[in-house]
C-alpha cells in the first residue's frame, strides 16, 4: 500500500509473533473491552446494558494508561464512568425502563445493523492493518500524557479553544435547561444532572487529577 | 376648410360617433340617439359639399407618409374621383337612413347603444373604402366592415339562428379575404406601391408581371365581400339580423364595397381577358341562380337578399363587360330602392308578426294597415323589377347595354364572349326579378283570410324614413343618366332601344306570369291554414322580428322555405322549387367538401390527442409514479433504517474510494 | 507496541457502537452506543498521539487535547440527549426510536390502521 512506506519508521521492531508484555496486557483487556461493549449493545435487560458499559469503558481507561496517557486515563474515569453512566441510568430510571429481560430491545432493523457493522468492521481494520502493521510506539522514556505535559500543551496551545469549549458547554446547560422547562418536578433530576456533568467536565481539567503521576509504566 | 378637410372628416365623424356611443352608452343613455343619428348625417352633408366641390372633374388626391414601413410604404392617401364622391353621398345617406330608422324600430332594445355605435363604425369603415387612396388603408376599412358584419348580424345572438348566421358571414367573407389579401400583396410587389394611383400607373406601363393571378386572388375576397358565386351563401342567412342592418349591409356597406372595389381597379381585372371571363361567369351563374332562389323563398327578407345578390351579379356583370359606369350607376340606383325594400320589409313583418310570405297571403288588408310601407315598396319593386321610369330601370338598362355594346364588335377591354353571358344572363335575370317582385308584392299584399292584426300606427321616424328613400328610388335613374357620365368615365349611360325593349318586355312577361299563377294558386290558400305570428305584437319593431325568426323553423320546418300549395312559384318553378329553396343545395355541398372533411380532421385529431398523445402523457405520469410509489415505499419514518442505508452507502464508497486510491 | 492493536480495537469499538446505534430499540441505550462510538475515537486520538508525539513529530499534543474536547462535548451531548428523550418520552409516552414516525409516508400507503394506531398512541 502507498500508505506503508510513509509511517514505516521504525524499521527493525520486533515482530507480531514475538509480542512485548505490554502488548499481552493490552490485548487481553482489549479483549475484555470489546467483549463487554458487544455485551452493552447486544444484551436484552437495559440496565446490565448500562453496567457492562461500565466495563467497556473502564477497560479504555485502563488502555490508555497502558499508552501512558495517564490524565486522559483519569478524566476517562471520573466523567465516563462517574457521571455518564450514572446519567444514562438515571435516563433509564426517569423512562421507565423495565427491569429484567426485555425481548423487543432490539429494533427490526437488527439484521441490517449487523450487515452494515460487520462490513464496516472489516473494511476499516482492513485499511488498518495494512496501513499500520509495521508501525511501532516506542513507549520508552517519560510518559507522553503526564498531568503536566498535558496542562502544558493545553494552556500553551490550546487556550482558545478551551476557552470556545467553555462557551460551547455553557450553551448546551442553557440548552438543557430550555429542553426541560416545562417540566413537572419528575423531570428535574435530569437536567440537574445534566448540569452537573457539564460544569464538572472543567473543574475536572483545572483541578482534579494529581494522583496519576507514578502511574507511568513504561 | 379644404376639400380634403372636409373629406377627411366625412369617414372620422362616424367614428367619432362610434366611439363615444360606446364610452356613453351607459353613463349618459339620453345622447345615445343624438350621436347615433347626427354623425352620419354631418357626414352626408360633408360629403355632398365634397362632391360639390369636385364636381366630377380631376380626381382630388392627397397623401401623407406617417412612418416607414418597409420596402412598399404605406401611406394615408386619399383619392376622390367621381365614383367616390357619389358613393360617399349614397352610403352617408343610407347610414342617415338607417339610424333613424333604428331608433323607432330597435326603440326598447337594451343593446341599442351598442347596435348604434357598431352601425356608425360600420358607416365610417365604408367611408374609409370608399375615399381611400392607399389599398392598405383600404383593406383596413374592409376588414372592420367584416368584424363590424359579424357583430351586427349577431345581434339577436339569443337565437342560435342568429349566432350561426353571424359565424358563417364572418367565416365566408373571411375565406375570400386571405387570397384577396395576397393578391393586395402581389399587386404591390409588382406596382412598388400600395397607392391605387400608382397601381393603375404601373398597370397602364405594363408593368404587372402576372396579372391574371392577382386579378384572380382579388376576386376571391370581392365574391366573398359582395355575395357572389360561389361565397355567396352568407348573404341569405345574414338576414338573422335586424332589418335595419341588412338595409345597411346590402344597400350601401358591405356588399357594395366589393363591387366598387373592382370598379376601381378595373384596369387590373382588364389585363387579364381570363379574369374577365372568369368575372362574366360568375356574374351570370350569380344572377340566374339567384333569381330562382329568390322565387323559393317564404321568408321576405329572404327573398330580398337573394335579390340583392342578383343585382350585384348586374353590377359584377357590368364590370366584366369593361363598364364600371354602368356598375356604379346600378349601385348607387340599387342601393337607395333596396335599402327603402328592406326598411319597409321591417314595417310589414312588424305589423304582420310574422316573416313568412305564407303567413302574409292569409292576411287580408295587410296594406291598410301600413299604406306608407305598401306605397313605397310598390315603388321600390317596380324598381327593382326596371319598369321605367323608375330608377332600377336606367342603371339596368345601362348595364345591358354595355353588354350589347360588346357583344355588337367593340370589345375596348373585355372579350366578347364576356358580352354574350351577361347579356343573355342579364335579360333572363330581368324575367325572374319580375317574377319574384311580383310574387312578393301579391303574397304581401292581396292576401285572402283573416284581417290583418291591427298594432297601431309604426312609429313616424320609420314610416318618414321610407317617404326620403322612395324619391330617388322613384326618380334618381331618370334624372341622373344624363349628367353621370361627366362625373364617370365618360361614357354614355343612354338605354338603347333594343335592350330596353327585350329587358322590358322580358320584365312584363315575367311580371304576367306570376299574376296568373297566383290567380290560380290563390284559391287554395283558403283551404290550407298555415302560419305562425310573434307572440309579443305589441312590443318594438326588434323584437317581434326577432321572435319571427327564431319560430319559422319551428313552425315551417325549414328557415327558408314554407310548404304552402297556395305559392305561385309552385307553379313557375315546378320540382325546382324544393331545391331553389335551400339555395341550390350550395350549403349541403360546401358541407359535404368542407365542413365534414375538417369535422372529421377535427374528430381525428382528437382521437390522436385523446388517445395517442394522452397515453404518452399517461405513461410519462405513470412511470415516475411507480417509481415514486416504490421509493416511498421506504419512507418507513424509522430513523435508525434511514441511517443504516446512509451507513452502509459509506462504507461503499468508502472502499470504493480506497480501492481506487490504491489501484487495485 | 505495534500500533496496528489501539488501532484495531478502536475499529472493532468504533463499529460494535454503530451496530448498537442501528439495532436498539431504546434511545438511551442507543446514547449508550454513541458514547462507545466516541470513546473508539477517542482511544485512537490517544494512540496516534503517543505515537506521533514519539516520534518527534507532533510537539503540541494535539491528539490529547482533541480528546478532553472530545469528552467534554461527549458529556454535553450526553445531556442534551436526555434532555430530549426525556422530553419525548413525557409528550410521547415512549423512548423507543422505532414508534416516533411522524415522517413516514401518510395513510395513503401505508396501513391506515397501525398509522392511526401511532396517531393515538402518539396522543396518548
Redesign the interface.
Known sequence: MSLAPTVS?AAG?PG?LSP?G??IA??LV?LV??GA??V??TTRQ?VH??LW?VV??GG?AV??L????E??AW??VL??VG??VV??L???M??K?PIGRSP???????W???T???A??VA??WV??DA??T?????N?PA??STR??GE??FR??VL??EA?SV??LA??V??IV??RK?KAE?NP??V???G??E???SV?DSGIHPVEQEGAR | MTTTTLAVLVPLLPFLGAAAGLLLGRTAPRFVRPLAVLPPLASLVLAALVAVRQGGDQAITAHTELTPTGSVPIELALHIDGFAALVAILVAFVAACVQIYSTGYLRDDPRYPSYAALVSLFTSAMLLVVYSGDLIVLLVGWEVMGICSYFLVGHYWETPEARAASLKAFLVTKLGDVPFLIGLFALATDAGSFRITRVLGAVASGNLHHPTVVALLLLAGVAGKSAQFPLHTWLPDAMAGPTPVSALIHAATMVAAGVYFVARLLPVFEASQAAMLVLAVMAAVTMVGSGLAALAQDDIKRVLAYSTIGQLGYMTGALAVGDRGAAVFHLLSHGAFKALLFLAAGVIIHAAGTNSLAAMSRMHGLRDRVPDAYWTMTVALLALAAIPPFSGFFSKESVLGAAEHVVDGHPDHAPCAAGWIVLVAGLLTALLTAAYATRLWLLAFRGRGAEAPDHGRQPLTMTVVLWVLAVPSLAFGGLAYRALPGWFDGRDLTPTLLTSILGTGLALVGGLLTYGAWQRTTQLAARVPLGAVAAHPEQDAGLVEAEAIATHAPAYGDIAYAPDPADPSRLLLGPLRRHAAVGFHLDAVYAALFVRPVQAGASLVRFLDREVVETYVQGAAGLPRLLG?AV??A??????TY??AL?AGTVVLAVAVVLVATGA | ?????????S???????????????????V???V??ML?AV??NL??F???L???ARDT???G??L???T??????????G??????V??NRGT????K??????GPG?EGPGSSAAEKAEATA
Do not use: K
Not at chain 1, 66 to 69: E, G
Not at chain 1, 135 to 139: H, N, Q
Not at chain 3, 95 to 98: G, K, L, T, V, W
Open positions: 519508521l521492531h507480531f512485548t505490554v502488548e493490552f490485548l482489549g473491552t470489546f461493549a458487544l452493552t449493545v437495559l446494558a448500562a458499559l467497556s469503558l479504555l488502555e490508555y497502558l499508552l501512558t496517557a490524565f486522559i478524566v476517562q466523567i465516563y457521571s455518564v446519567l444514562l438515571f435516563g433509564l426517569l423512562t425502563a423487543d430491545a432490539d429494533s427490526g432493523n437488527r441490517a445493523a449487523l452494515v457493522a460487520v464496516a468492521a476499516l481494520v488498518v492493518v499500520f502493521r508501525t511501532w510506539i516506542d513507549l522514556g507522553a500524557g505535559v498535558t500543551s493545553l496551545n490550546w479553544p478551551f469549549l460551547l458547554l448546551a446547560l440548552g438543557a429542553l426541560s417540566a423531570s435530569p437536567h444532572n445534566s448540569r456533568v457539564t464538572s467536565s472543567p481539567t | 410509489a416511498r415505499r419512507q418507513t419514518g424509522n430513523v435508525q441511517v443504516s451507513l | 507496541m505495534h500500533l496496528a492493536y489501539p488501532a484495531v480495537l475499529a472493532l469499538l468504533f463499529c460494535t457502537g454503530l451496530y448498537g446505534v442501528l439495532a436498539r430499540r431504546n434511545a438511551i441505550l446514547l449508550m452506543s458514547e462507545l470513546n477517542n482511544l490517544v494512540a498521539d503517543v505515537w508525539s514519539r516520534a503540541l499534543h494535539s490529547q487535547a480528546t478532553l474536547f469528552i467534554t462535548i461527549a458529556a454535553a451531548e450526553i445531556g442534551i436526555l434532555a430530549i428523550v426525556l422530553a418520552y413525557r423512548s423507543d426510536i422505532d416516533l414516525r411522524d415522517t413516514a409516508e400507503t
